[in-house]
C-alpha cells in the first residue's frame, strides 16, 4: 500500500485544528485531496459490531443516497458498521476515510481482518489517519482516543445502532462536546442496538430517516426532486404506477396492504408477521420515501 507519511496542523482536515485538544501531527497514507475540496463535507458513520440486518440495510441505503454530492465518509475501519459505511461510501463513488485505533505501518493496522479494506479505500482515492507512530500497537485506550478525531473533523456524526456501552456513545458524546451535529438513525424498541439511538434522540439529537436528512443537516441543497416530491400525495392515484424495483418481497407485500391509508394497530392485526419484523419492513418503507406515519396512521406516498 502507498507509504505513510506526517502532516502538519495546516493540513488538516479544516474543522480538525479547532477543537480543544487536536493532535500535534497525522499520519495519512493516500493523497491529502481535502485540500482541492473546500465545500466537502465530513460525515462521520460509526454504529454497533453487533449490527442487525436492520442497522446494516440502513446505513447501505442512507449513504447511497449521498452519491453525487461532496460528501467524505469517516470511520473507524472497525467490525461492524463502521466497516459497511466504507464499503458503501465506496460503493457510492465517493471518499472515504478510515481512522484505526493503531500506527498506519502494514504489521500494526488493526484490525487485520481489514487489510483488504483499507487496501481498498486507498485504491478508491480515499485515506488513513492515525496520529499514533507508525508502529503503534491498538490498545483499549487508543480507541476512544480516535474517536475524537473522527468526530472532531466530522461536520456531523451519523450514529446506526449503538448499545447501552459502547465506544459508539464516546463518539456522538465528543462530536456534542466540539458543537456538531449527531445525527441519529431511530430503531426497534425490542433491539438492544436501539439503547443508544433513543438515549441520543432524548437528549435532541436529530433523527435520520432518510438521506435528505442528512443533506438538510449538513446544509446541502438537493440537486434533484425525490419520489416523495416531484409526486405531491394528491396526484398519485395510481399506486402500481410507483416502482417497487428495489423492494423486498416481504415489503411489497405491506405495501399492498397499505394502499393509501391504513392505521397501525390495523396493519399490526392484518400482517402474518412479528411486531418487530413489522417495524423493521415500516422503518425501511419509509426511509425508501414510500410510505410515512401521521397520528398513528401509516401514509402511501
Same mark, same amino acid.
Given at each position: ?16 485544528? !479547532?477543537? %480543544?485538544?487536536?493532535?500535534?501531527? *497525522? ?22 459490531? !453487533?449490527? $442487525? ?29 463502521? $466497516? ?44 488513513? *489517519? ?28 451519523? /450514529? ?18 466540539? %458543537?456538531?451535529?449527531? *445525527? ?63 423492494? $423486498?418481497?416481504?415489503?411489497? #407485500? ?7 391509508? /391504513? ?34 396512521? #401509516?401514509?402511501?406516498?
Amino acid at each position: 500500500m502507498n507509504s505513510p507519511y506526517p502532516i502538519k496542523i495546516d493540513n488538516f482536515p479544516p474543522l480538525l485544528p !479547532k477543537i %480543544n485538544d487536536p493532535p500535534k501531527k *497525522l499520519w495519512v497514507r493516500g493523497r491529502v485531496f481535502w485540500n482541492n475540496m473546500p465545500d466537502l463535507k465530513f460525515l462521520c458513520v460509526v454504529g454497533s459490531r !453487533k449490527y $442487525s440486518d436492520y442497522g446494516k440495510q440502513v446505513c447501505e441505503k442512507l449513504i447511497e443516497g449521498l452519491s453525487g454530492y461532496h460528501i467524505c465518509i469517516v470511520s473507524g475501519l472497525a467490525y461492524g458498521i463502521d $466497516s459497511i459505511a466504507h464499503r458503501a461510501a465506496m460503493n457510492a463513488g465517493m471518499k472515504t476515510i478510515a481512522i484505526p485505533g493503531s500506527g498506519l505501518d502494514d504489521n500494526v493496522l488493526y484490525p487485520r481482518q481489514h487489510f483488504t479494506l483499507a487496501q481498498d479505500i486507498l485504491n478508491s482515492g480515499g485515506a488513513l *489517519l492515525s496520529e499514533f507512530d507508525l508502529d503503534f500497537v491498538a490498545t483499549p485506550w487508543s480507541f476512544p482516543q480516535r474517536n475524537r478525531i473522527m468526530s472532531g473533523m466530522s461536520h456531523a456524526t451519523l /450514529i446506526i445502532e449503538a448499545e447501552e456501552k459502547s465506544g459508539t456513545l464516546i463518539t456522538a458524546q465528543m462530536a456534542m462536546d466540539y %458543537n456538531r451535529d449527531v *445525527l441519529v438513525t431511530p430503531g426497534s424498541i425490542f433491539s438492544d442496538g436501539s439503547y443508544g439511538p433513543h438515549l441520543l434522540l432524548r437528549d435532541g439529537a436529530t433523527p435520520i430517516t432518510s438521506s435528505s436528512d442528512i443533506l438538510e443537516a449538513l446544509g446541502l441543497k438537493k440537486r434533484g426532486e425525490d419520489l416523495v416530491q416531484t409526486h405531491p400525495q394528491n396526484t398519485r392515484l395510481n399506486f402500481d404506477e410507483i416502482p417497487v424495483n428495489n423492494c $423486498s418481497d416481504e415489503e411489497k #407485500i405491506i405495501l399492498k396492504m397499505i394502499s393509501r391509508s /391504513i392505521s397501525r394497530d390495523e396493519l399490526f392485526c392484518n400482517a402474518n408477521i412479528s411486531v418487530q419484523k413489522l417495524n423493521t419492513i415500516l422503518m425501511m418503507l419509509e426511509i425508501n420515501g414510500y410510505i410515512k406515519e401521521c397520528n398513528n396512521n #401509516i401514509i402511501r406516498l
